[in-house]
């Protein structure tokens, strides 16, 4: 598992946006970037400019994935028949880290990869420690007996912030989710404006 740079906070003052939705964002009162600099008058940005920080939020987004792995995701979707960026983000709500995310087994993206990473996910009832193993429609994820009267377990399925979208079925009393099918952009429910099409401009420059 690679270690992540920064923190979600400081990714969402860099970006200037709430980008997971959270009550406790910093730009929920300083809707500017950080530092000395940070309130200056920012000048026109350019396309380059633009496709890099639709890429930096999406990376961002999905717990700051590395660039190797996040170029490797993008490569897996352009070779994928259909529309590049809608690939690109179904492969990225494939990940078993989204998916423990959106059943609300966990309260962030950051706390899932770890949760998963310490052993207490199990898929079709085989435990798997990889954040970014790709789940397939029909795969049951669980959360182990063991670990479902952990503390940050029953504080995340209680959170009303945000709600499960329709393409997992989750049973919280059993702490299983179904991932029914694989999302279009229109149905995942980000916070933010999420545009993967400038993503795929991006790499294929």
Do not use: C
């Not at 400019?49 to 190797?68: D, F, H, M, V």
């Not at 590049?84 to 880290?97: A, V």
């Not at 435990?127 to 952990?150: H, M, T, W, Y």
């Amino acid at each position: 598992m690679s270690k992540r740079a920064s923190s979600k906070h400081k990714i969402d003052r860099r970006l200037g946006e709430n980008l997971w939705g959270r009550p406790k964002s910093p730009v929920n009162k300083r809707e500017y970037g950080p530092g000395q600099h940070g309130q200056r008058r920012k000048g026109k940005v350019s396309d380059y400019g633009t496709q890099l920080r639709a890429k930096q939020k999406l990376k961002g987004y999905y717990g700051n994935i590395s660039e190797k792995q996040f170029r490797k995701i993008y490569a897996d979707a352009t070779r994928r028949k259909g529309d590049s960026s809608e690939n690109l983000i179904g492969l990225l709500e494939s990940r078993l880290d989204a998916i423990v995310y959106r059943a609300k087994f966990v309260p962030t993206v950051f706390a899932s990869r770890q949760f998963i990473s310490h052993g207490h996910v199990k898929v079709n009832g085989r435990r798997v420690n990889i954040p970014s193993f790709q789940a397939k429609v029909g795969d049951v994820i669980e959360v182990k007996e063991a670990s479902r009267q952990l503390t940050i377990v029953i504080e995340a399925t209680q959170l009303a912030e945000r709600d499960v979208p329709d393409y997992i079925e989750v049973d919280h009393h059993k702490m299983t989710a179904k991932f029914s099918r694989v999302p279009a952009l229109a149905d995942v429910p980000y916070p933010v404006h999420m545009e993967p099409n400038l993503v795929v401009e991006f790499y294929s420059r």
